[in-house]
């Protein structure tokens, strides 16, 4: 496969979508749409999220140093798309139906919708010169039952959970939900000489 040098760029690589949830001053809950979200381990495992520009979701987390990520699936796109494109200042923007709940060891807001949700708390954060890189720790992981049941495979439990993902373009994409195999059945493909 032929290559051509683009610089710095990442328009073809998914990442999965979560909303942000905080509570505002009033205590009424907000969310933000991100996707700059990955994984570390420092002695556990934790998240490091990216958040650019000023937000209302960074604001509060900034003054809580806790929050919840929601994992987007297809069925809560619209809410999502609109939550990520409409300014967090803006008053009367989470006057819209959408069910929450309070986390179960963090005091955040949990969208019930959602599969998949971490509750969130700062440990570190790392300014740099439009954003700002957060390590957390996870203090809790709340899950819908059914992506828990060893007896339902894999590939239905992804079809369940239905992650949204994004690339740089702008376009959401569905996983297509068919197994490419197990870690580990490729090991002894390649042998050295």
Request: hydrophobic fraction near 35%; charge should be negative; aromatic fraction near 10%.
């Amino acid at each position: 496969m032929e290559k051509v040098s683009l610089g710095a760029e990442n328009k073809f690589c998914p990442q999965t979508l979560f909303l942000y949830g905080t509570y505002k001053e009033d205590g009424s809950p907000n969310f933000g749409l991100f996707c700059w979200f990955s994984y570390c381990f420092d002695g556990e495992l934790g998240v490091m999220a990216c958040i650019g520009g000023e937000k209302l979701t960074k604001d509060r987390i900034r003054e809580t140093k806790v929050f919840s990520a929601n994992l987007v699936s297809e069925s809560m796109l619209p809410l999502a798309d609109y939550l990520g494109n409409t300014d967090g200042y803006k008053a009367g923007k989470m006057d819209i139906p959408i069910e929450t709940e309070r986390g179960a060891v963090l005091d955040v807001p949990v969208l019930k919708d959602s599969p998949w949700v971490f509750e969130l708390e700062v440990k570190q954060s790392i300014l740099l010169d439009d954003s700002e890189v957060l390590l957390c720790k996870i203090r809790n992981t709340l899950v819908a039952k059914e992506l828990k049941d060893s007896s339902i495979s894999v590939e239905e439990r992804m079809r369940m959970a239905a992650p949204v993902t994004w690339i740089g373009e702008g376009h959401y994409f569905s996983l297509n939900y068919r197994s490419l195999g197990r870690t580990g059945d490729w090991k002894d493909s390649f042998h050295s000489a």
